[in-house]
């Protein structure tokens, strides 16, 4: 099975810098996907890692250690528009490379 | 630009009710997928599709069954609606198949959010 845990609810603060830590323990790995998703709408996707270390992508970066089971999204000079909930998604072994969602962590940016 | 569509945006059933949820992709997709998603769960998987006429259960079938007849559709149908299955339903698309390094990200449609009363 497939066991994904990320924080609920985060809070920070426009300009900052947050980290959206994701941990994993699923049978097979087959890459780590990051999601955006603002309230009322569909998720979109936003980062992928199948290697070992940090993907950068302008403000956001993905990072991944595939020994520790561990990603984690980090949010650059935070902007209000980035309030939504983030979703971590592990596609794990198999024919069908099926992706398991965690619970998604809504963030929250205050000025 | 690539597209998931999903037929309704807000649907309101009675319970007992027979209701049927379809979904077109534009972009030749082999995997196809229906996801239901309440506040604090998550997305859950409740269907998958990997080819015409294929179907494979998720994580919560239970009370669905979905069709599968031409490549770009996929139906979610709710035999009996219950009101148990008041959500937000999530249809997405993948490539599929490749796996590996391949970055085969899921495409969402807009969603339906289903109310049964």
Known sequence: GQNIDQPTEMTATEGAIVQINCTYQTSGFNGLFWYQQHAGEAPTFLSYNVLDGLEEKGRFSSFLSRSKGYSYLLLKELQMKDSASYLCAVRGAGGSYIPTFGRGTSLIVHP | ?117
Not at chain 2, 15 to 28: I, R, S
Not at chain 2, 50 to 68: A, L
Request: hydrophobic share 30%; aromatic share 12%.
């Open chain 2, 1 to 117: 630009d690539v597209k998931v569509t999903q037929s309704s945006r807000y649907l309101v059933k009675r319970t007992g009710e027979k209701v049927f949820l379809e979904c077109v992709q534009d972009m030749d997709h082999e995997n196809m997928f229906w996801y239901r998603q309440d506040p604090g769960l998550g997305l859950r998987l409740i269907y998958f599709s990997y080819d015409v006429k294929m179907k494979e259960k998720g994580d919560i079938p239970e009370g669905y069954s979905v069709s599968r007849e031409k490549k770009e559709r996929f139906s979610l149908i709710l035999e009996s609606a219950s009101t148990n299955q008041t959500s937000m339903y999530l249809c997405a698309s993948d490539p599929g198949g490749t796996g590996g390094f391949g970055v085969t990200e899921a495409f969402f449609g807009q969603g339906t959010r289903l109310t049964v009363v």
